[in-house]
């Protein structure tokens, strides 16, 4: 993958909801890519934020 990966892809790859190869193909840009890498980072900061708030809200 050479073009920067969408945004949405990036969001499901931190997910874990892509496919082997597609994952492979954003793991090997990821590698190159220091933008991606920061993105990827504020997209599991944002889940991990979300997933947080909601086992707050477990009884």
């Not at 969408?6 to 790859?13: M, P, V």
């Not at 492979?24 to 947080?52: M, P, S, T």
């Amino acid at each position: 993958m050479s073009e920067h990966p969408a945004a949405d892809l990036l969001e499901l790859f931190a997910l874990r909801r892509l496919t082997a190869s597609q994952t492979w193909g954003i793991l090997l840009h990821l590698d190159d890519c220091a933008n991606c890498r920061a993105a990827l980072r504020i997209e599991n900061d944002f889940i991990a934020a979300i997933r947080a708030a909601l086992r707050d809200l477990q009884p």
